[in-house]
């Protein structure tokens, strides 16, 4: 063992001394800086989070504002749900409901359990999924292959007791060692985001963010950024929900509280929400207002990232940036607002960028002319 280490330090002082000439040169103009968030992560758990916030260059110049979008795509599962799904593992082990070898059971049709999938593999829990089966062949498929035990069972509503999440509990109820981590309404979801999606905005910001905004689907990021970033700020930050057609949560923020019936759809995935979750709960009151951001609006904008900052963002991202950009007309000029950068397109490019998808949803006249050259797809 000590051989072993002393040899190692020797090989790593060899290698160091045989890069440092390079090192020494001045940096170029091109040279990427090396950050904290850049040294050796402690296995794929150790490389969530810490994503970079990038400067909207074009809508910040277009507001007067800087309009920075949280790079959540750069998660290790490719999103933002890499962080809850970390968590609720985490606080599964910390309270003992989940021992070595043991079994993680949710019900999610996308990118938790695909944060899940990763998260179960680096630390050696078998994942059982159940998801509506009018989700896509390419999902169960990538699940499946990402380890996880796969049950598509028929789409129905939360208060039928087939419903997915419902059959997901059962499932983990049935098992030794087994938990259902419930991401809308564990809050150890929320808590991920007060302790690090939060912290990181303030840091990256050095403190001079005015405003937040985001989707929800569970509302963990919405709720544990939101409260992080009014403690810390004393309550100067701002915090907007934004939200797709077919969620009840703007009506409920623009009424002070009444909870309608759901109804209608959005092609954004992964948000839009019809009740208040536990996440949410404890932190809806801080909420400083909402905007409802129409589909027509976010496919726009799905476009308009690609050509004009190079991003290639699925469409909760997209609402979320039209977001930023309406609560920064909304502040005036000289205001720093942070949004979300959820995922990418990959997952949704079939669709997103066919002109037959468009079409069935009456969104081909969204895209402007000078952009319809993105539409590759038949
Ligand atoms: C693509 C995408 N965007 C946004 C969200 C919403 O995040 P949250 O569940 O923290 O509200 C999700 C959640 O699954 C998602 O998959």
């Not at 609720?88 to 082990?93: G, I, N, R």
């Not at 623009?254 to 019809?274: P, Y």
């Not at 290639?312 to 609560?327: C, Q, R």
């Not at 079409?359 to 000078?370: G, R, Y």
Request: proline share 5%.
């Amino acid at each position: 063992m000590f051989r072993h280490s002393v040899r190692t330090i020797a090989t790593t002082a060899r290698r160091a001394a045989a890069v440092a000439p390079a090192a020494a040169k001045p940096p170029s103009p091109h040279t990427i800086a090396v950050s904290k968030a850049q040294g050796i992560a402690k296995g794929l758990t150790g490389a969530i989070g810490n994503t970079p916030l990038i400067r909207m260059n074009k809508l910040s110049e277009q507001t007067g504002c800087e309009v920075l979008g949280k790079a959540e795509f750069m998660n290790p599962g490719g999103s933002v749900k890499d962080r809850a799904a970390l968590y609720v593992v985490l606080d599964a082990e910390e309270r003992g409901l989940l021992k070595p070898g043991g079994t993680v059971v949710e019900g999610t049709a996308g990118n938790t359990g695909i944060g899940l999938a990763h998260v179960c593999r680096s630390r050696g829990y078998k994942l059982v999924i159940y998801m509506p089966n009018t989700q896509s062949q390419g999902k169960i498929d990538l699940l499946r292959l990402l380890g996880a035990e796969v049950y598509p069972v028929p789409a129905v509503a939360f208060d039928n007791p087939q419903n997915y999440n419902h059959q997901a509990r059962r499932h983990a109820e049935s098992l030794d060692n087994a938990v259902w981590t419930n991401q809308f309404d564990n809050t150890a979801n929320r808590r991920a985001h007060i302790e690090t999606t939060g912290p990181e905005i303030w840091t990256q910001t050095e403190g001079k963010v005015d405003a937040f905004t985001c989707a929800t689907g569970t509302a963990g990021t919405l709720a544990g950024v939101t409260r992080y970033l009014k403690d810390v700020s004393n309550g100067r930050v701002k915090s907007y929900l934004a939200d797709p057609p077919g969620s009840v949560l703007h009506s409920y923020i623009q009424s002070g509280g009444k909870l309608v019936e759901r109804t209608g759809s959005s092609i954004t995935e992964g948000i839009g929400q019809g009740r208040i979750t536990d996440n949410l709960a404890p932190d809806v009151a801080l909420l400083d207002g909402s905007v409802h951001i129409a589909d027509e609006k976010s496919i726009e904008m799905v476009y308009r990232a690609l050509d004009e900052e190079g991003l290639y963002l699925g469409a909760s991202s997209a609402l979320n940036v039209v977001a930023a950009k309406e609560v920064a007309e909304l502040m005036g000029p000289g205001h720093t607002v942070v949004t979300m950068l959820c995922d990418g397109a990959y997952r949704y490019a079939d669709r997103l960028f066919s002109r037959k998808w468009l079409e069935s949803k009456n969104l081909l006249t969204a895209i402007p002319k000078h952009l319809e050259k993105y539409i590759v797809l038949p």
